[in-house]
């Protein structure tokens, strides 16, 4: 349960942020910012591991 609010979280957060990178630099630096997306979706995905392995451990 705490998982999947976490997962949510995360989910809508990368959302916002990919909104305003790509609305903020719509036509210029197109490659830097799927860079940083891809940046920002990798950190996400180390938390994600974390948080399920502290859930697991909790259960």
Do not use: G, H, P
């Amino acid at each position: 349960m705490l998982y999947r609010i976490l997962l949510y979280e995360f989910l809508v957060q990368d959302k916002l942020l990919i909104f305003v990178l790509t609305f903020k630099n719509s036509i210029k630096n197109k490659y830097y910012n799927k860079f940083i997306i891809l940046l920002l979706f990798f950190y996400r995905w180390q938390i994600l591991k974390a948080a399920n392995v502290a859930c697991d451990r909790i259960r």
